[in-house]
């Protein structure tokens, strides 16, 4: 259920309140509201995912960040906030918060290291790294897309205002590399995965059937010139897209959840699989573009 205006407005308010206080934080050089709140999908479940920028020539000071989060937390502990690095090299640390009985989440982000992936997103060279908290992978554009989705609450230097403008349009050369590399992953997943289905092995055959509806998806969102953020909730979104095959995310909810028992009943699930994916292909045909 989405949440009426006036829960918005709190949410907002709480939101706007917290980045005042992150933003008075030597080395906060920006704060932004993401996630599902700043696309306009949240609801009552939803927690407030705020990003945090910084140079990393002059790192926010972790003391300070300690101290607001000790302040703000329903707990009173500064320890949720972790050191710079600490989830990982992409989703490179942050905090979990309780504030007011409201879920609030704190996402480190590298301005250095943002601009050095648009600009490969601008040249077509998107990436794709193996992360924890992503069944598929973090896709380098991820750090465009929050550039390009997110509500800016706090910019005094411009820094994402200026990374925004290089947002719009949806970058070509980056359209055609997702399309070309993400189709062409798809159909692998599934020729490498025929065997596997024969010898009724569902363990493999679900992991490549997984690693084909995320490369769908992929393409999908850039034939619709539309950012992906993560996979949460991209099948229903890539569903409601013009460009999209008929009932998609009912008919990969219903093969995903029933791979099928033996080696019939995958391989008849393998089928309809390659069934998809080259309607997926036919609809890039159709607008120019084939796998790599």
């Known amino acids: 259920m989405i949440m009426t205006d006036d829960a918005y407005d709190s949410m907002l308010d709480l939101a706007d309140s917290i980045a005042e206080g992150l933003i008075a934080i030597p080395g906060v050089s920006a704060v932004v509201l993401g996630g599902s709140w700043a ?21 926010p000071d972790m003391g300070h960040l300690r101290a607001l989060a ?16 600490a989830w990982g090299p992409w989703i490179n640390g942050g905090a979990w918060l309780t504030v007011g009985g409201q879920r609030v989440d704190w996402l480190y982000r590298d301005l250095a290291r943002v601009r050095s992936e648009i600009d ?9 790294y193996y992360q924890a908290g992503h069944p598929h992978a973090f896709h380098s554009h991820i750090y465009m897309a929050e550039i390009a989705l997110c509500q800016p609450l706090a910019d005094p ?25 993400c189709l062409w992953e798809a ?53 409601e897209m013009p460009l ?12 995903l959840a029933h791979v099928g028992v033996g080696a019939a009943g995958l391989q008849a699930t393998h089928h309809l699989f390659e069934s998809l994916t080259g309607e997926v292909s ?7 573009f084939k796998a790599n």
């Open 157 to 181: 230097q411009g820094a994402v205002a200026s990374l925004k403008n290089l947002t719009r349009p949806y970058p070509p050369a980056l359209k055609r590399a997702l399309i070309g590399n």
């Open 187 to 239: 159909q692998f997943a599934l020729d490498t995965s025929r065997k596997s289905a024969l010898r009724g092995d569902v363990s493999y055959l679900s992991g490549a059937l997984y690693r084909c509806t995320a490369c769908l998806l992929q393409v999908i969102y850039a034939l619709n010139d539309r950012y992906w953020l993560n996979e949460k909730g991209s099948l229903r979104t890539a569903a």
């Open 39 to 59: 696309r306009g999908s949240g609801d009552e479940h939803s927690d407030i995912d705020l990003g945090i920028y910084y140079d990393p020539e002059w790192p």
């Open 244 to 255: 999209c095959p008929r009932d998609f995310e009912k008919r990969v909810k219903q093969l």
């Open 70 to 85: 000790a302040s703000l937390d329903d707990s009173k502990r500064g320890d949720a906030v972790t050191p710079l690095g």
């Open 120 to 128: 490969n997103c601008l040249k077509g060279r998107p990436q794709a």
């Open 282 to 288: 036919d609809l890039c045909a159709e607008q120019g």
